[in-house]
């Protein structure tokens, strides 16, 4: 953090990596699954799984910023970083509990 | 470039698949894709991320009423704000973003507004000046607002809506135009991970649909950037243009019931 207020460096080369990796990693998945499904398997959990993983990228992301801001102890954007995560477990909750 | 505006046009025309079904496998598309970008984005150093988390706030309260106000809405009014948007996206690629040259921003802003309190400016590598540019960021409640819309229409129709996001960055905080597209780009993940968790906790995810379109759009994606870089601009420009109203004239037909691509 030397140039500028706001920039955060070493978070955002680890964020470009994870996002860069689990995005290979669940078009894999997805690719294996897709595969298995063709080939006559019942194997669209595999693909679920994939689909899965592809949701949960950002949600990663959103946990190593708070992660990161927690450790800076910088309260006020980890209150802030926690309030999106809630958001999206509430999302879950709310889906999970209307079906 | 959003390709996730492309789907569910495609997907209910030609795919005979249920708009529902259709927004829900578009959305994990929209992720897919913005994942390779927001890296490259991230890399060059264009993103702020604290910008991005204080609008998340927003975009994911508006992509989660976004998804359960879709369950309320019936098909054709979805079909009409379709059609809008895609207009919308039309005119957007006819004029060019050019507001490079903004006013230049007043150093002594108060010191109490909200981007000063959160330190949000910041600045940026910019490549032909060689050194970094400083920026200061405006209207930060009027950009909350704007990215609640743009988050309910995301979760609402499926797309990343960059088509919503960047002009709010644009004109609201007034941001540099690299700045807003790499910032817009990164939020579009968290924004579609929001709605993408409830449509998936709903069971609105259907992974026969979804994981192929997936994987087409990331390879979509690849192939994409190359195409992009060997034709010329303009024509490109034009292409999509009639592509988008082709789709929003397809659009309309689907909200009164007319269906061309398909017999039923």
């Known amino acids: 953090m030397n140039e500028g207020l706001g920039r955060h460096h070493k978070l955002e080369s680890l964020l470009a990596r994870v996002l860069d990796q689990g995005a290979w990693l669940a078009s894999g998945v997805i690719a294996v699954g897709w595969t298995m499904v063709a080939g006559g398997w019942r194997a669209s959990w595999v693909i679920n799984s994939g689909v899965a993983l592809f949701l949960l990228l950002p949600v990663l992301r959103v946990v190593i910023m708070l992660v990161v801001f927690l450790r800076e102890r910088d309260y006020r954007f980890s209150a802030i970083t926690a309030l999106v995560l809630s958001i999206i477990v509430l999302g879950a909750l709310l889906g999970i509990h209307m079906t | ?264």
């Not at chain 2, 079904?21 to 994942?35: G, Q, R, Y």
């Not at chain 2, 890296?39 to 706030?57: D, M, P, W």
């Not at chain 2, 303009?234 to 309309?252: K, N, S, T």
């Open chain 2, 1 to 264: 470039m959003a390709s996730g505006i492309f789907i569910v046009p495609v997907l209910v025309s030609f795919g005979g698949v249920g708009i529902r079904t259709a927004v829900a496998a578009s959305i994990v598309s929209v992720i897919a894709c913005s994942c390779g970008s927001a890296a490259a984005f991230l890399r060059a150093g264009l993103t702020n991320i604290r910008i991005a988390i204080v609008l998340e706030t927003a975009t994911t309260l508006g992509a989660l009423t976004g998804v359960f106000l879709g369950g309320l809405l019936p098909p054709s009014v979805l079909f009409l704000l379709f059609a809008a948007i895609l207009l919308l996206s039309a005119r957007q690629m006819l004029v060019a973003r050019q507001r490079e040259a903004a006013p230049a921003a007043p150093l002594e802003a108060d010191s109490a507004d909200w981007a000063t309190v959160l330190k949000l400016h910041s600045s940026y590598p910019e490549g032909s000046l060689g050194r970094p540019v400083h920026y200061r960021v405006h209207r930060v409640p009027l950009g909350l607002a704007l990215m609640y819309g743009a988050g309910l229409i995301s979760a609402l129709l499926g797309i990343g809506s960059g088509v919503l996001k960047i002009p709010a960055m644009d004109t609201a905080l007034r941001l540099p135009i690299k700045v807003s597209s790499a910032t817009s780009n990164f939020m579009i993940g968290v924004t579609a991970a929001a709605s993408g968790v409830a449509y998936f906790a709903l069971g609105d995810i259907n992974p026969l649909v979804a994981g192929p379109v997936a994987i087409g759009s990331v390879i979509g994606a690849l192939l994409g950037a190359r195409f992009l870089m060997a034709v010329s601009g303009e024509r490109l420009r034009l292409f999509f243009v009639v592509v988008l109203l082709v789709l929003a004239v397809q659009m309309l037909l689907e909200a009164f019931g007319m269906h061309l691509g398909r017999r039923s």
